[in-house]
């Protein structure tokens, strides 16, 4: 059974850091990452990793955030640096598997950002 499982999130001030780790288990994975969803807007991805580490964010946290993954832990982290309020949202893990290319998602964890 496939399950992951994220912690790290919270409230922070403007131009604070958390870093979010996502732990997942019953699989092999290919490609992890997260996505987040703010209040009455879209789910958008955040940023991805590859199995060997290639990468890609989206414009609005590159420069800022940092995804890296350990594959002996099959655990995925997200730095955050110099949080906006405008990266409030729930975040959520995500990762596919190697085997059917299934994906999968965690619970999600709250991040605030204040002013």
């Known amino acids: 059974q496939v399950q992951l499982v994220e912690s790290g999130g919270g409230l922070v001030q403007a131009g604070g850091s958390l870093r979010l780790s996502c732990a997942a288990s019953?699989?092999?994975?290919?490609?992890m990452g997260w996505y987040r969803q703010a209040p009455g807007k879209q789910r958008e991805l955040v940023a991805g990793?590859?199995?060997?580490?290639?990468?890609n964010y989206s414009d609005s946290v590159k420069g800022r955030f940092t995804i890296s993954r350990d594959n002996a832990k099959n655990t995925v982290y997200l730095q955050m640096n110099s949080l906006k309020p405008e990266d409030t949202g729930v975040y959520y893990c995500?990762?596919?598997?190697?085997?059917?290319?299934?994906?999968?998602w965690g619970q999600g964890t709250q991040v605030t950002v204040s002013s």
């Open positions: 995500y990762a596919l598997t190697v085997l059917s290319s299934r994906s999968y």
């Open positions: 019953g699989s092999i994975f290919s490609t």
């Open positions: 990793i590859s199995r060997d580490s290639s990468t």
